[in-house]
């Protein structure tokens, strides 16, 4: 199962692959050199099939638990100034993706979207310790009665040059479900209330949608 935002990329990809293939016979008469452009195409359609899967999950949807937003590695759990919305101390958690990563967002918990904003930026890497403010980026407010307000940030890294964000204001979102997708190499920050009891880690690695962040004992 590939997901929706791949479909153009996929296409295109098919086409270039196709062209590879019916055209080597013309580029060259050598078998050799041939086989070695059947292997590129190959490998090219590969690395972009991989890249856009949207595997199914399972969330057991819990107003007691913040679930992990995207796939990747815990990179960093640490106590900052969230100057954008907030304006005060909160607890942050960043995911990294790498590229053979799924980059699918999902919504971490169930509430009401109270802000989201996008925002143009560098291409810094995507564990840069600036990209979180100057990378290109959208925040994302979502309100639950549980853990009040919780912000996450897409931000795009050195590869990623699109972000897609699905969360509008004032509409209500579940838990799992699909909130975007980050095109190549990024991360997500979450931003969290300082007493959150958080279930993971730095360096644990974290499936989207599955994955328990923090629990409200």
Same mark, same amino acid.
């Not at 929706?4 to 270039?16: A, D, N, Q, R, Y």
């Not at 960093?76 to 607890?91: G, T």
């Not at 169930?110 to 925002?119: A, D, E, I, P």
């Given at each position: 199962?590939?997901?929706?935002? %791949?479909?153009?990329?996929i296409l295109i990809t098919l086409?270039?692959?196709?062209?590879?293939?019916?055209?080597? =016979?013309?580029?060259?008469? $050598?078998?050799?050199?041939?086989?070695?452009?059947?292997?590129? +195409?190959?490998?090219?359609? *590969?690395?972009?099939?991989?890249?856009?899967? $949207? @595997?199914? /999950?399972?969330?057991?949807? $819990?107003? !007691?638990?913040?679930?992990? @937003?995207? &796939?990747?590695?815990?990179?960093?759990?640490?106590?900052?100034?969230?100057?954008?919305?907030?304006? &005060?101390?909160?607890?942050?958690?960043?995911?990294?993706?790498?590229?053979?990563?799924? #980059?699918?967002?999902?919504?971490?918990?169930?509430?009401? *979207?109270?802000?989201?904003?996008? #925002?143009?930026?560098?291409?810094?890497? +995507?564990?840069?310790?600036? +990209?979180?403010?100057? $990378?290109? /980026?959208?925040?994302?407010?979502? =309100?639950?009665?549980?853990?009040?307000?919780?912000?996450?940030?897409?931000?795009?890294?050195?590869?990623?040059? /699109?972000?897609? !964000?699905?969360?509008?204001?004032?509409?209500?979102?579940?838990?799992?479900? &699909?909130? %975007?997708?980050?095109?190549? %190499?990024? /991360?997500?920050d979450l931003f969290l209330p300082?007493?959150?009891?958080? &279930?993971?880690?730095? !360096?644990?690695?974290?499936? %989207?949608?599955?994955?328990?962040? +923090?629990? !409200?004992?």
């Amino acid at each position: 199962m590939f997901h929706k935002e %791949g479909h153009p990329s996929i296409l295109i990809t098919l086409f270039v692959v196709v062209a590879l293939f019916l055209g080597a =016979e013309y580029v060259t008469s $050598n078998q050799i050199i041939q086989y070695i452009i059947y292997a590129v +195409a190959l490998f090219l359609l *590969v690395i972009i099939l991989q890249f856009f899967r $949207n @595997p199914k /999950r399972y969330t057991a949807q $819990n107003e !007691n638990h913040i679930i992990a @937003p995207v &796939d990747g590695k815990v990179v960093v759990i640490e106590e900052v100034f969230e100057k954008e919305y907030f304006k &005060d101390k909160r607890l942050q958690v960043s995911i990294f993706m790498s590229p053979i990563n799924v #980059h699918v967002t999902r919504y971490a918990l169930s509430g009401l *979207v109270k802000f989201s904003k996008y #925002h143009p930026g560098k291409f810094l890497v +995507a564990w840069h310790p600036k +990209a979180s403010e100057e $990378n290109e /980026r959208t925040t994302i407010v979502v =309100e639950n009665e549980t853990f009040g307000e919780v912000l996450y940030r897409q931000i795009a890294g050195a590869l990623a040059k /699109r972000i897609v !964000n699905y969360a509008k204001e004032g509409t209500q979102v579940v838990q799992g479900t &699909d909130a %975007g997708f980050i095109k190549f %190499g990024s /991360r997500v920050d979450l931003f969290l209330p300082l007493d959150t009891k958080l &279930d993971i880690k730095l !360096n644990d690695v974290v499936k %989207g949608g599955e994955t328990i962040v +923090a629990i !409200n004992e």
